[in-house]
T-cell receptor
Framework: NAGVIQTPRHKVTGKGQEATLWCEPI?????VFWYRQTIVQGLEFLTY????????DSGMPKERFSAQMPNQSHSTLKIQSTQPQDSAVYLC????????????FGPGTRLTVL | QQKVQQSPESLTVSEGAMASLNCTFS??????FRWYRQHSAKGLEVLVS????GEKEEGRFTAHLNRANLHVSLHIREPQPSDSAVYLC????????????FGKGTHLHVLP
């Protein structure tokens, strides 16, 4: 079991460019979560999918951020018109199902916006 | 809105000395607590989970939970330099149990 896979591990974009981050959950897990980690705010919940359906996106910024889960094997987080304040580590996690099951985290994607 | 605060922000201990980390939370109905370790540029590794008041030991890591005091702690016995990392406290409640609220972490430095 390779664990949760995130690609790329590092991404550098210029201000105004688009960034797409990929996550492959553990096989058999039906719940996928996205988090953002910064020095100032710590680790914050962004959004949650179960069985590919969006369940809770209450942590997503209202503009420029979107997440999809087109199939059970991957999810994407897209940031349009990136800004320097979007620089962070974006972590993806998966769990067997929702609820209070253990969440297994990927290594994260470090996004740097110049 | 659940608030989770960790102290200290940074802790330096010598190899072999006990390391103690603290976490306070604001929602007294919280019932699911985990401590994670995060090495630089790596994912989160769960160290110990605790769901009821008292103590839970996993190897060199022991968590103590006191829900009346809204406090959960982590004690690391005989820390090694390889234990140098960021330690995160994570709290959940029954309401929206999937939503994990994290503290900002304690940076632990273990000196050889």
């Amino acid at each position: 079991n390779a664990g949760v896979i995130q690609t790329p591990r590092h991404k550098v974009t210029g201000k105004g460019q688009e960034a797409t981050l990929w996550c492959e959950p553990i096989s058999g897990h039906s719940a996928v979560f996205w988090y953002r980690q910064t020095i100032v705010q710590g680790l914050e919940f962004l959004t949650y999918f179960r069985n590919q359906a969006p369940i809770d996106d209450s942590g997503m910024p209202k503009e420029r951020f979107s997440a999809q889960m087109p199939n059970q094997s991957h999810s994407t987080l897209k940031i349009q018109s990136t800004q320097p304040q979007d620089s962070a580590v974006y972590l993806c996690a998966s769990s067997l199902t929702g609820g209070n099951y253990e969440q297994y985290f990927g290594p994260g994607t470090r996004l740097t916006v110049l | 809105q659940q608030k989770v605060q960790q102290s200290p922000e940074s802790l330096t201990v010598s190899e072999g000395a006990m390391a103690s980390l603290n976490c306070t939370f604001s929602d007294g109905t919280s019932n699911n607590f985990r401590w994670y370790r995060q090495h630089s540029a790596k994912g989160l590794e769960v160290l110990v989970s605790i769901f009821s008041d008292g103590e839970k030991e996993e190897g060199r890591f022991t968590a103590h939970l006191n829900r009346a005091n809204l406090h959960v702690s982590l004690h690391i016995r005989e820390p090694q330099p390889s234990d140098s990392a960021v330690y995160l406290c994570a709290v959940r409640t029954d309401t929206n149990a999937y939503k994990v609220i994290f503290g900002k972490g304690t940076h632990l430095h273990v000196l050889p």
